[in-house]
């Protein structure tokens, strides 16, 4: 539901910066679909700087994405921003982001933040790491760490299409918007990351989860991507890179 620039329903509504090829905008964005919040997207650009906008949203990691309400607050981080989202716009035609129970609460809170302390800093450097030793190291972390992740979709899943079962909740959104990254990084590499045969329920996990009508317009095209880290990759003077 993200509304065009300038449309006069998201002057006065919901707004989001960020950048549509950030997985962590993805994210944010995500979670406002899911729940059916109406939005509007500003784009952030960082070349030359950061925007005055951007530093005096989050004056305390000068990062995106940011969730600017419609009084002028503003909320800071992907992972805090959907569990607001969830909290702040409950929707009874909408599966909550998060289970009601708190133990299983609790276990997507934890795989979520296994999925951005582990899995993305391995699979960033898959792709930006210097030489390509750290590459291969990097991509065979990520690889573990999905490894650990696909246990946890055989706990929490119950036998369901998603982690939170029937639908897609925080933890599928907070390891679904790295996917183009993940696609990306294969395509480059030449080497799969999500493996059928080592973890066959996360692949069928990520087809699923890709085809969702809320989110699969917000996964850009993996040539897309492959492009943009190509531009990273030679910015960053990254090694032997393809």
Not at 63 to 75: E, F
Not at 124 to 143: K, N, Q
Request: glycine share 8%; proline share 7%.
């Amino acid at each position: 539901m993200a509304l065009a620039e300038g449309d006069d329903k998201a002057e006065a509504g919901v707004r989001v910066l960020g950048g549509r090829m950030s997985p962590f905008t993805m994210r944010a964005r995500m979670a406002l679909e899911l729940r059916g919040v109406a939005y509007e997207l500003l784009e952030e650009s960082f070349e030359p700087r950061k925007s005055d906008r951007l530093l005096a949203a989050n004056p305390v990691y000068k990062k995106i994405p940011v969730l600017l309400l419609p009084d002028g607050r503003a909320v800071c981080e992907s992972g805090v921003i959907a569990q607001y989202v969830d909290e702040a716009w409950p929707a009874a035609s909408a599966a909550p982001l998060l289970p009601e129970d708190p133990y299983q609460r609790a276990m997507h809170r934890f795989w979520t933040a296994f999925v951005d302390d582990r899995f993305w800093p391995a699979l960033d450097g898959a792709s930006l790491a210097p030489t390509p030793e750290a590459r291969a190291e990097a991509a065979a972390e990520a690889r573990a760490a999905l490894r650990h992740l696909e246990e946890a979709f055989a706990a929490l899943s119950n036998g369901g299409a998603f982690f939170s079962g029937a639908a897609p909740g925080l933890l599928d959104i907070a390891l679904g918007c790295f996917l183009p990254a993940l696609r990306a990084c294969e395509r480059l590499s030449g080497a799969l990351l999500l493996d059928e045969a080592a973890t066959p329920l996360l692949k069928k996990w990520s087809e699923r989860f890709a085809g969702v009508h809320a989110v699969e317009a917000l996964l850009p095209e993996t040539d897309e991507v492959v492009g943009f880290t190509r531009f990273l990759q030679a910015k960053f003077g990254v090694a032997g890179a393809n």
